[in-house]
């Protein structure tokens, strides 16, 4: 079965450093990755996206990711976080195999709180 | 653009009561998506539709039916509510690969 992992259930970062959120998954097959946020009373919003290609991966609001299939992560990275980057990040991973075939359903892990002080 | 639409933002229902949560999207997706979200625990799929006509269980479905009679709508009803059933309540649309949320149902039952 798929699975991610989201190790830290908080990270903590002063403004201007960088910031790393980890995750790491399992898959049979192919990964589809992807990483979302969630600000305090909204939905999730997509940041970025792994399917195939390059492994490091370009997002929204200057956010990076790093597919590696030797140690099967995909860890989050902002190289000088903001305060306003303060939320909750989700990795997925899309499940081909089960709930909607080709489309799938997406397994979250269990997000990871993201505070950046001043 | 509207995107996901979900209604009510809250609720408080008492247990064995029912209620309906509504979705709608514009994006002409024909996938959706029902997840709750527990606090620590990430979101768990309930239903997904892959068009209209069509839906099936996801990960957690019991206590709870969908209907799809249309492309742009996915509603929930939880036909005897319960405090297992208190939760966020998230609705998500997807075409291909990134899947877009409606702004979630926040549910108390007591």
Request: glycine share 10%; net charge positive; aromatic share 12%.
């Amino acid at each position: 079965a798929q699975s991610v992992a989201q190790p830290e259930d908080q990270v903590n970062v002063a403004e201007g450093n960088p910031l790393t959120v980890k995750c790491t998954y399992s898959v049979s097959g192919n990964p589809y990755l992807f990483w979302y946020v969630q600000y305090p009373n909204r939905g999730l919003q997509f940041l970025l996206k792994y399917i195939t290609g390059d492994n490091l991966v370009k997002g929204s609001y200057g956010f990076e990711a790093e597919f590696n299939k030797s140690q099967t992560s995909f860890h989050l990275k902002k190289p000088s976080a903001l305060v306003s980057d303060s939320a909750l990040y989700f990795c997925a991973v899309r499940d081909p195999t089960n709930y909607g075939g080709s489309q799938g359903n997406l397994i979250f892990g269990k997000g990871t709180k993201l505070s950046v002080k001043p | 653009n509207a995107g996901v639409t979900q209604t009510p933002k809250f609720r408080i229902l008492k247990i064995g009561q029912s209620m309906t949560l509504q979705c709608t999207q514009d994006m002409n997706h024909n996938y959706m998506y029902w997840y709750r979200q527990d606090p620590g625990m990430g979101l768990k799929l309930i239903y997904y539709s892959v068009g209209a006509g069509i839906t099936d269980k996801g990960e957690v479905p019991n206590g709870y039916n969908v209907s799809r009679s249309t492309t742009e709508d996915f509603p929930l009803r939880l036909e005897l509510a319960a405090p297992s059933q208190t939760s966020v309540y998230f609705c998500a649309s997807s075409r291909t690969d990134e899947a877009f949320f409606g702004q979630g149902t926040r549910l108390t039952v007591v």
